[in-house]
């Protein structure tokens, strides 16, 4: 560990941070250019293959940009596709962005560190910098937006060079260190710990713009949520989204230890998938599943769901558009059973059903999901957590869907529970209930 960051893992003051150099390299979760074709006609696509920790270059700060020492950071689904390089290899986004002008160009490398979370603490910061100084302790928000795009201004995730950061961008948060932009930072819960401060702000980000956000499904009072994956990182914070907001959770898991996580988040109701004939990754058909589904639902809350949760793409795409009622939404962000999806158009336009396109969070929809986990009315989805130097081993549980809510990963935070600057505030909002996910262990 170089000089600067024992200091920050000792707590050493702002002072002291500045004065200590900025290593020339540092230790990072990676993946290599030369290893693209390495799954080429391999089914099992094993992340751990592909994932390395070592050494690479420090970069060059730009002006709006600062260098966190990265305490802990999480793995999001985007990880295993870089790390499997699909449904294209990142390494295509890197090169693109990297003729946008020569500060892009540092992120077109023959190794992509990646990680789209991160908590740590700010150790420089670029000379356009005005709100944010040396000794901050910050979460990092994915979306990596151009403040100079007009319609960067309207909602961030509209402009047309938004990116998400750690997965199309460079020096992610899987690391000793990361650079990111200022307007990407926010502060970190100081009751939390490192871990759980750092699995935070994409999921519950994403969740919060599908569900809450006017931009997304525009959840009410008394709405009835259909959640996919309800025990995952996603729907672990959509469950609490609902709850808290007056609706009704209707969670479906993948088996009875997921059942009881999700009871634990916050559902009202949990189905497990094998009773609507939903198994793996490949579709059921929509019908016979939709009506079995929808049976189970009304049978529980009296109704059918007004919105529908969904990331989990071809594998249940069709259930959700046959099963939202009439006039109802399906918002979805993602795919990770497969992007093709096929549904019946007939449910879709004779019942004038919705489907929203939902993507990250922009600045505004993120500092309100973290002042909520601030307040303590949303706790953090965090199961467990591995050093750094196991990355791939937790890449591979999500990968293989053997995990529950969210996987941290310790960067510098060697120590796992680390990090909490205000305990009274802690134990105000109770042990058991920030760690109720994690003491009910992992999958």
Not at 95 to 100: A, D, L, S
Not at 218 to 223: I, L, S
Not at 286 to 309: N, S, T, W, Y
Not at 431 to 443: F, N, P, Q, S, W
Request: proline fraction near 5%; glycine fraction near 10%; charge should be neutral.
């Amino acid at each position: 560990m170089d000089a600067l960051a024992a200091a920050v893992v000792a707590g050493a003051p702002a002072s002291e941070l500045e004065r200590l150099p900025v290593p020339d390299a540092y230790t990072a979760a990676h993946i290599r250019a030369a290893d693209t074709d390495l799954f080429r006609g391999v089914a099992d696509k094993d992340v751990r293959k592909s994932i390395h920790v070592g050494s690479v270059p420090m970069p060059e700060l730009a002006p709006d940009e600062v260098l966190v020492a990265v305490m802990a950071s999480s793995i999001n689904y985007n990880t295993v596709w870089s790390a499997t390089f699909e449904p294209v290899p990142t390494f295509a986004f890197l090169k693109h962005y990297g003729k946008q002008d020569r500060w892009a160009a540092r992120h077109d490398l023959p190794h992509h560190v990646l990680g789209s979370d991160a908590s740590g603490v700010i150790v420089r910061t670029g000379y356009g910098v005005r709100r944010w100084h040396v000794g901050d302790q910050v979460v990092v928000g994915t979306a990596h937006v151009d403040s100079e795009e007009p319609a960067t201004h309207h909602d961030g995730m509209m402009g047309s060079e938004q990116r998400a950061w750690g997965f199309e961008t460079n020096f992610g948060g899987l690391a000793h260190y990361t650079v990111v932009r200022a307007d990407q930072l926010l502060p970190k819960a100081p009751h939390l710990t490192w871990e759980e401060a750092a699995v935070n702000p994409l999921c519950a980000g994403t969740a919060y713009r599908m569900l809450v956000s006017d931009r997304g499904a525009r959840f009410k009072q008394g709405d009835v949520v259909l959640i996919w994956g309800a025990a995952g990182g996603l729907g672990a914070y959509a469950s609490q989204f609902v709850r808290n907001g007056g609706g009704i959770a209707v969670g479906v898991v993948s088996s009875e230890e997921k059942a009881a996580r999700a009871r634990a988040l916050g559902c009202h109701v949990v189905i497990n998938r094998e009773e609507i004939g939903l198994t793996g990754s490949e579709p059921a058909d929509p019908a016979v599943a939709g009506k079995r589904l929808g049976k189970l639902i009304r049978q529980a809350v009296g109704e059918d769901p007004h919105i529908v949760f969904e990331h989990v793409g071809r594998a249940t795409f069709g259930v959700s558009v046959f099963v939202v009622r009439r006039g109802g939404t399906v918002v979805t962000c993602g795919s990770s059973t497969g992007y093709l999806h096929e549904f019946d158009n007939r449910y879709l336009w004779m019942r004038l059903k919705r489907i929203i396109g939902s993507h990250g969070a922009n600045l505004q929809e993120q500092w309100e999901t973290n002042r909520l986990i601030t307040q303590g009315a949303v706790q953090p989805a965090l199961s467990q957590s591995f050093p750094l130097d196991e990355v791939g081993e937790a890449s591979r549980l999500v990968q293989t869907n053997g995990h529950n809510g969210k996987i941290a990963v310790r960067c510098l935070a060697t120590d796992p529970g680390s990090g909490v600057s205000d305990p009274a505030r802690r134990a105000e909002i109770g042990e058991r209930r920030i760690t109720a996910l994690a003491h009910l262990g992992a999958a």
